[in-house]
């Protein structure tokens, strides 16, 4: 296999054709805010058709209109779904089947947080959680990869974070949900080289959305990354796109960020796990002894 590298030290394996965007059809979970609005925002003018997923549908529907008085010639399909609902994912895939067609590229953007330690997590949030970030994106790309291999081309745009490489603290569950991401992802291009299909995996540091509101950490996950290596959602977009273009395996968006997260590896675990324990010692510090019966929605006696 021929292998080359960018100029950010990013391997590219030559050969392979660019993901399917240009005049394709691009289906994007998420759409609604942040991250995946952003997406949207810069497929439309290279996409034959988007179709954007996510519960909300009247932001979906502001988005179309405005994706469309910006771009005449360009299809915008709006489906409101619920991720977390396995049926409706299934509806909401046979809806998008009729309407759009075969799709080219799949983007698994939608995710949602939880901050909480282990102990007084809630386990409705987590449940939700795991459906969305983690059987949602194995649903939907076991239901429109084959069609990709069959007809040679197609692209799978994974967003996982940085949460999915190392030892997160009071973030268990959603920690662990990015780590499948990374398995999955890589998992994945393994099995799909030499098809015809593209399969990146974006692992952002923080990045202003509306994320760390719905996660309960206004203001970025306590024991993440410094607040100076966030960047906006449009350059995490427009990073995650490059790359994908290039075939990149593994996007890391934002230049600082990019350095520490190369640096990891070179890291023992055992300073990561320390780091972690710290920070969560820290933070059970400062939030009391709460348990998850405390929480809004908590489980008591469940
Ligand atoms: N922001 C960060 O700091 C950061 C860092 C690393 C990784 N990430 C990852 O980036 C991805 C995008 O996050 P973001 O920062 O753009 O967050 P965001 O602004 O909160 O957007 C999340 C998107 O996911 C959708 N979503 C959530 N739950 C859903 C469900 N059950 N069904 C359908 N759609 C659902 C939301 O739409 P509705 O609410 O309308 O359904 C929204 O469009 C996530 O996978 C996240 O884990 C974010």
């Known amino acids: 296999m ?4 960018s100029a950010d030290g990013d391997v590219i394996v030559a050969g392979n054709a660019r993901p399917p965007v240009d005049d394709g059809v691009v289906l994007i979970t998420g759409a609604s805010a942040g991250i995946g609005r952003e997406l949207a925002v810069q497929l439309a003018p290279r996409a034959r058709m988007l179709v954007l997923l996510a519960r909300r549908a009247g932001r979906l529907e502001e988005l179309r209109a405005s994706l469309l008085a910006r771009h005449p010639r360009l299809q915008v399909l709006t489906v409101p ?8 994912v299934e509806r909401a895939l046979a809806g998008a089947g009729e309407q759009a067609g075969a799709v080219d590229v799949l983007v698994n953007n939608a995710g949602v947080g939880d901050q909480a330690l282990a102990d007084q997590a809630d386990w409705t949030r987590v449940r939700t959680m795991l459906r969305t970030n983690v059987l949602a994106v194995a649903q939907l790309t076991t239901a429109l990869v084959p069609g990709m291999v069959q007809r040679g081309r197609g692209g799978v745009l994974n967003m996982g974070s940085g949460a999915g490489l190392t030892v997160m603290p009071a973030a268990a569950a959603y920690s662990a949900s990015k780590h499948f991401m990374d398995g999955f992802s890589e998992a994945l291009r393994a099995d799909l080289s030499g098809t015809g299909v593209i399969v990146t995996q974006v692992c952002p540091g923080p990045v202003d959305s509306e994320f760390d509101q719905i996660a309960g950490s206004a203001g970025g996950m306590t024991g993440g990354p410094p607040p100076f290596l966030r960047i906006s959602a449009a350059q995490c977009a427009r990073e995650a796109l490059a790359g994908f273009d290039r075939g990149v395996p593994l996007v890391f ?3 600082a960020y990019r350095i520490v997260m190369r640096a990891l590896p070179l890291l023992p675990r055992e300073l990561s796990r320390r780091q972690a324990a710290r920070s969560a010692t820290r933070i059970r510090r400062t939030t009391g002894d709460a348990t998850h019966r405390d929480r809004p929605g908590g489980q008591a006696g469940a």
């Open 2 to 5: 021929l292998m080359a590298w």
């Open 81 to 88: 779904v619920d991720l977390s609902d396995e049926n409706d």
């Open 253 to 255: 968006p934002g230049r």
